[in-house]
């Protein structure tokens, strides 16, 4: 296994983090995935994002990127790891892992394998991009890994049948930016969880989003208190299994307007201090492991609405999730 690899997945291990520390090893592993694929982030042919009904499938050279969100990366392959360890405890075979939405280098994936023996863990890659499957497979067959994954498929995950790739006990994507916008996580995990059974492990377990108050003047952020840069108005969206299992049920596939709050007050009193309405975004791995709002690339705020410059005769907002074509959020003001 290379070194690199199994440096990572020693540090992401470690309960206390150690910013440079970890910094540093995920920078060699980003280095060391970049040498054996041969990737040219800088080309233009691999910074081209896909378009599909519901999303956008980012890039070849954007996907290999996400390892430098280095709490998103640490905190999703060690809730990855912990599910694993869960599932093996009630189970005598090989955890099967569904990882849809892979990228050019499985960045999730790799670190376990230097952990877990092929016995005990197997793989299955679902990724829509060819061009990026064509550099995953260099990047399992330079490393060697290739006992570790099932299958390698190329298939938009949010219409895609499982049924040639069960059982799954794990199912792990991470397609999404903050607040759930223009990425496809939605679509893909409603498509896929509908089609698994309910003792299946999701990763991301939860994504919660708020609409708060936000404060965004500098001296705020220059003093470093962030709790007191928001103020919670209600939670608008828990993406969970629940939330799920509900929307096939009670809406079903082709429904893509999900209605998220109607005629919340944002004008209450002591809010003064506040210049924008935002959503706010937290994310439950499994278990312990979060990712908190700011700490992050996918929990920065989206802001929605300008205070400062809003109709003042209008007090009240309705929030709709849209993910018709590229997911995005619609509001509605009203007195």
Request: net charge negative; charged share 25%.
């Amino acid at each position: 296994m290379n070194h690199s690899i199994k440096a990572l997945m020693d540090e992401v291990l470690k309960d206390e983090i150690d910013y440079p520390s970890l910094k540093n090893k995920i920078d060699a592993y980003k280095a060391s995935l970049l040498d054996v694929s041969q990737l040219d982030i800088e080309s233009q042919s691999n910074k081209t994002d896909l378009h599909f009904k519901n999303g956008i499938a980012i890039s070849t050279s954007y996907a290999a990127l996400c390892v430098d969100d280095i709490i998103r990366t640490r905190q999703f392959i060690r809730g990855l790891y912990y599910a694993v360890q869960k599932t093996r405890e009630n189970k005598s075979g090989a955890v099967r892992v569904l990882y849809a939405g892979t990228g050019p280098f499985a960045t999730l994936a790799l670190p376990l394998m230097s952990h877990f023996k092929p016995d005990a863990l197997q793989f299955i890659f679902l990724e829509v991009n060819t061009s990026t499957i064509e550099y995953l497979n260099l990047v399992i067959n330079e490393l060697d890994i290739r006992e570790y994954v099932d299958a390698i498929i190329c298939a938009d995950a949010t219409t895609f049948n499982l049924t040639d790739v069960l059982p799954v006990d794990i199912l792990i994507s991470e397609t999404m930016q903050h607040a759930l916008v223009k990425e496809m996580q939605v679509p893909i995990m409603l498509n896929l969880v509908k089609q698994l059974p309910k003792e299946t492990i999701l990763i991301p377990k939860n994504i919660s989003l708020e609409l708060s108050y936000l404060r965004t003047d500098a001296q705020m952020i220059l003093n470093e208190k962030p709790h007191l840069r928001y103020r919670k108005i209600q939670t608008i969206m828990d993406f969970n299994s629940q939330f799920i299992e509900d929307y096939n049920n009670e809406k079903g596939i082709g429904d893509d307007i999900i209605p998220l709050c109607q005629n919340v007050d944002f004008r209450e009193e002591n809010t003064e201090q506040y210049d924008k309405l935002a959503i706010n975004t937290s994310i439950n791995i499994f278990e312990n492991e979060w990712i908190l709002p700011d700490q992050s690339g996918l929990t920065i705020p989206k802001i929605i609405l300008n205070l400062e410059n809003a109709h003042s005769d209008k007090s009240k907002i309705s929030l709709y999730y849209n993910f018709q074509s590229e997911p995005i959020f619609e509001y509605v003001l009203s007195e």
